[in-house]
């Protein structure tokens, strides 16, 4: 027994059983993956759906991102849950009343949905291959055509009626299954720190900047791997896309912080202990400071002095980093300093994530890594960049 | 239910073993089979049909309406119901999962706050006999206490349960009984109702890979027991009885008393009624 459990430290009082930290890096890693989700899939629709036709170079790049990361999704819940074996209980017989028991649902429809419009964005490729390849290696291809081999312009033009219909449906598909995540920790009463009515916006805000920054970090990636260049209009177009959304995002959570302790409720006063002490580097130095101030001015920098080529493409990949790392930091002061803030108001617990077992640090780690992974065979089974440069 | 029959002592091993809670050795193997029978009842609602009865011979779940009482100016603070819950119902005996523990609330003089720890605090766990015994050190030998008293504390049993509400599978539920219970065999363990939960009642339960906490001991009050730590408490600082008989101790209880009830601004409307509480209780 002594080496399952993980117990916390303490100051102050806490609650006897709260010094068992309930969820781990893995619920971190969990909202993080579907904001990313939500992320790239934004990117995909502003082509789709909006006609931002600069970033056509990435929209279907960032639509097998979106996919990626929505298979992995999954994978820290189960990893996570002492019975993943019963997972399906909460879909054969879902508790109405629980923010998470629709999660299921939400998630598998949005697979389904992200599955068929990929089927559409590929379907030209998956033909073609089918009558290019021969023998064994052909079979597979003409499985996945589903019989629908007809790449006439007729054809298309139906096709991407479907897009367009696709794109549409999950544009309140992928934003509502990742405020809806938002929902889960601010829809709780027990923990000043997470409830909150604007938590799902600022999830769902910070989602979409760490989905845009993922896709510029793998499309200049790809673009050196390729040894193409990085088609300068789409990467602005995305750039401008973050900046507008970083600044959303930080207003509102300087507008969630201003609200929490201009109400001052009881309990205030571990809150403000809990920000000027354990708070200060992750928060206020890297979530904040390197993370969303620092990428904010340097891309402010970069458009008002019209930097172009090389220096452009550095700085935004850069920012694109930083961004990703303070959304991380986001979801972990978020969940994880939830329940270091002691539900007694009186203590504060000190989480130190353990680096191995089934809810540590590597675990979390692999889980970050599969999607990447999956995207390399993806993207070689699928390639986004023909189709979109032709 | 023959199974549960079967693992059911006759009372009067069961009085015997609440009686001699220092000999734990003695006490070993009733208190596994307790236990067993705490799983039973606590499982023997499916989360699928929480409406239907459990099937416990001789109890009707729609006559009684379980209750239950602290009065704080009686508890001396001297830990056994926390022992006595431990042992019936099979909890880990490390300092960091309880069904039921007690705060104790000093406050010194020119102190404006009271200092509060329990007996899972490091000091106290140090000063304590062994793993599973439990003791207050004396840690304001030498200060000016102005104010001091004990406080237990357990499950709510809420009449609107935020446990029971954020429960994904329904595998925790409260009983027509009033009794907030969870089906170990539904469990998923995705501790959401461990965040829920406002009063920290709840955890994590590694041996079984599920939540647990409280339940009034249901596997003793559908016998017409009582729960292991008011049947223990020396003092009668804890009360437990039926609502709908007005003669019942916590009845009683709460009519003769001005009673009140922890973090009544959640909504959640707790089913354990405290005397003798002060403002720092939390």
Redesign the interface.
Known sequence: ??A??H?SPFT?????????V??TVLIVVYPYLTGLVAGAFTISSLYQVFGFTQLRPVAHFALLISLCCMITVPLP?LL?????E??F??M????V?????I?GYAAAFYIILLVIETWFVFRPHIVQQAQKQTGLLAWPWRILSLGSVDVSEKAMSYDRKWLFALAIIGIPGAHGLHGYVGF?FGS????EWWSSDLMPVIFLLSAIISGTALVIILYVLSCKLRKVAVDLSCLKVMAFSLWGFMMFTLLLEGVEFASLVYRGREGIDVIMEFVKGPLVIPFFILQFGFGSALPLAVITFLIWRGTSGTSLIVGITGCSILVLLAVLMMRYNVVIGG?EIS????GLLAYHPPIFGREGLLAAGIVLVIPMVLLMVLVRLFPPWEKAAA | MDENERLEPPDKERRDFLSCLGSAIACGAAAVAANSVASSATAATPAAAAAAEPAIPGYDWSKNQWGFGVDAEKCIGCLRCVEACKKENNVALDPNHFRTWVERYVTLQGEDKARIDSQADPVNIAASPKEGEYRFANRYKNANVEKAFFVPKLCNHCTNPACVQVCPTGATYKTEDGVVVIDHTYCIGCQYCVQACPYGARFFNEEKNVTDKCTWCYHRITKGLQPACVEVCPVGARVFGDRNDKQSPISQFIQNNRVRVLKPETGNAPNVFYVGIDKDVI
Request: hydrophobic share 40%; net charge positive; glycine share 4%.
């Open positions: 027994m002594e399952l459990i117990a102050g009082y806490v609650y006897p059983n709260e010094t068992i309930p969820w819940l996570h849950l002492g019975h993943p019963r997972a209980n909460a054969i017989t879902p508790h009343t629980s923010a998470f028991a999660f889960v709780l009463k027990s923990r329940q539900k007694t108001a009186r």
